[in-house]
């Protein structure tokens, strides 16, 4: 079997590894995506840019992928491994994270919540956490994150995850977390800050600055997420019934392919790059 990435899937693996300074492709991974007061998602180049995290006054990161370790033994970490696969159980965390996250905002610091491309795992945990502190379910929280990172795209298990976690556990997490840090100081903020996302996010909509997963064949997508080969390949169905390829799988096969090829996943229909 031979790998032979698109253009577009090596300026990926060229820009997560920090290889290339190319303007075009920061347009669709914003750099420190700001969601929330004191939460920020990003990935794994971000999370090892002491600049940036010193810009933003980073004090606690929540490494979430196959090798999360600490990089910055001035930061407070969160290490989880977990792999981008529908079937990787990430609500299994959701608490641990809550905490981690809430505790460190609760002090003042600022959180970011990092993978490996900032868009399915990462985000996946911001969405939680998000319900959880506030009273929104899944869907909203996911347009809070997208109006910050247009790129956001959990995949589908990770859907399916967050739309259980919002019938089955949400009500009893939101108790847990007040009982255990009874303080409302952020509760104002974050209702206030999540209205203005969930506006910004309708207006990133209409000015098609961000998209739903709906972008016609050969129509421009504004942030990558439905690009035209995507719909001939590997593809990822979302909970609306369209179909989508997850961009953080395919930055992961990318890599995959280049520095380790039994990392490819099983799923011939992932299989083939080109
Ligand atoms: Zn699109």
Request: with cysteine.
């Amino acid at each position: 079997m031979s790998f032979r990435p698109t253009l577009f899937e090596y300026i990926m693996f060229m820009y997560i590894f920090n290889l290339t300074e190319n303007p075009y492709v920061k347009r669709p991974f914003n750099i420190f995506s700001k969601v929330m007061p004191g939460l920020y998602v990003g990935n794994y180049r971000d999370s090892k840019d002491a600049n940036q995290l010193n810009k933003h006054k980073i004090t606690h990161i929540l490494a979430i992928h196959d090798t999360a370790r600490r990089i910055h033994s001035d930061k407070h970490y969160l290490c989880v491994m977990a792999s981008d696969s529908p079937d990787q159980n990430l609500s299994q965390y959701f608490s641990l994270c809550n905490d981690f996250i809430h505790a460190a905002r609760l002090r003042g610091g600022n959180v970011l919540i990092h993978c490996l491309a900032g868009m399915s795992r990462s985000v996946t945990v911001a969405v939680a956490y998000i319900m959880t502190v506030t009273n929104l379910n899944w869907k909203e929280s996911l347009k809070v994150v997208k109006a910050g990172r247009a790129v956001a795209n959990p995949n589908l298990g990770f859907q399916k995850q967050l739309q259980e976690f919002e019938t089955l556990r949400v009500a009893e997490e939101r108790r847990r977390l007040k009982e255990r840090y009874p303080s409302l100081a952020l509760v104002k903020g974050d209702q206030e800050q999540c209205m203005l996302m969930l506006d910004n996010y309708e207006e990133l909509l209409q000015s098609r600055s961000i998209c739903e997963g709906r972008c016609a064949l050969g129509e421009e997508c504004p942030t990558g997420l439905c690009r035209s080969t995507a719909q001939k390949e590997g593809q990822i169905e979302t909970l609306d019934g369209r179909n989508q390829k997850c961009q953080e799988v395919q930055a992961q096969l990318v890599i995959g392919a280049i520095a380790a090829p039994h990392l490819l996943p099983q799923d011939p229909s992932l299989a083939r790059l080109d």
